[in-house]
């Protein structure tokens, strides 16, 4: 495994992190039918592997995901050779003050979150969703009185647009706020919008990326049909991941992945995620595990070095979408 610095900041991570959205999924999702017995041996072989970066949010599947975490993860490894990622702002309750990113439930929900997750702090916390109403003082203010506390390491942020997220690193930078240092925003080989403005704007910042979905749900393991069937349970019942959503450059995309895999001869996943972690402001792809030989292969794809024709290859059938 390969460890990377987290954006400028001094936090070191693996290469590849973990993310924890199918850690008690199960009755929720059928291709991820996860619960605590479940869910252990894939923490341990993520370890085994190298893999210290996990993240997970409260949201993930009602708190599941952070309490399965707290009672397996926790146990299996030091606290400080793990880094925890986790998110917040979602809802989870329906009354008021429920979700959000005020104060009153940003430092309720930190509470509730180290106690599942089983911790005294977390090292990255971030902006799951911003709430439309809350200042972003206000939530910069608390997130720094939190780190102050001692009860999260770094701050970051999730998808949002970029003009917020500027908001947020110039406001730190002008009044002393906790600076974010991750942004975990959607980001893969059919879904590359975010080179417009967000990447440019995260390596100027020191921003680390931490993308979700760097597979495209699959999409990108180049075993789906132009129908959406496939051969996974994901390819058939998860209607994001139906192949007929995507355009027929996004297919194009997919058959160059296959070619530069068997040219390589690894697996079409390992190339995609090489391809992510070719990039200069990446930190590390966060991926989705079903199976554990999904752990050994985005594993080894840290060891996959793509040529420049490789890349143009991968990039060129690329259509940015209409603004």
Avoid at 34 to 54: Q, T, V
Wanted: aromatic share 6%; charged share 25%; net charge positive.
């Amino acid at each position: 495994m390969k460890y990377v610095r987290l954006g400028d900041s001094g936090l070191e991570v693996s290469a590849i992190c973990i993310g924890g959205n199918s850690w008690g999924a199960r009755g929720r999702r059928a291709w991820a039918p996860f619960d605590e017995a479940d869910s252990a041996p894939f923490f341990r072989r993520a370890l085994d592997k190298g893999i210290n970066f996990f993240d997970t949010a409260d949201a993930y599947n009602s708190g599941e995901s952070e309490r399965i975490m707290g009672e397996t993860l926790m146990s299996y490894a030091p606290r400080d050779e793990l880094v925890i990622s986790t998110k917040v702002g979602i809802a989870m309750g329906k009354g008021p003050n429920q979700g959000g990113l005020g104060r009153k439930h940003l430092l309720k929900s930190i509470d509730q979150q180290l106690k599942r997750l089983k911790t005294d702090y977390i090292d990255v916390y971030q902006v799951h969703r911003l709430d439309g109403v809350t200042p972003l003082d206000e939530t910069l203010d608390t997130l720094t009185e939190i780190v102050k506390a001692g009860k999260v390491r770094y701050i970051g942020g999730s998808t949002m647009p970029v003009y917020k997220f500027a908001q947020m690193v110039t406001l730190a930078a002008c009044k002393g706020y906790a600076r974010p240092i991750a942004m975990q925003n959607l980001y893969n080989l059919i879904q590359r919008e975010e080179e417009r403005e967000m990447i440019p704007l995260c390596l100027e910042a020191g921003v680390g990326l931490i993308p979700y979905s760097p597979l495209a749900r699959g999409i990108l393991a180049g075993n789906r049909e132009a129908s959406g069937s496939g051969a996974t349970e994901r390819a058939n019942k998860d209607v994001k991941a139906d192949a007929s959503l995507f355009r027929p450059s996004d297919r194009k995309v997919v058959r160059a992945v296959v070619s530069v895999a068997e040219r390589h001869g690894v697996k079409p996943t390992q190339v995609a995620l090489a391809w992510m972690l070719s990039k200069p402001v990446m930190a590390a792809p966060i991926i989705g595990t079903t199976k554990l030989d999904q752990i050994d292969d985005a594993a080894a794809a840290v060891d996959v070095t793509l040529t420049d024709g490789d890349i143009a290859r991968l990039e060129k059938p690329y259509v940015f979408r209409a603004l």
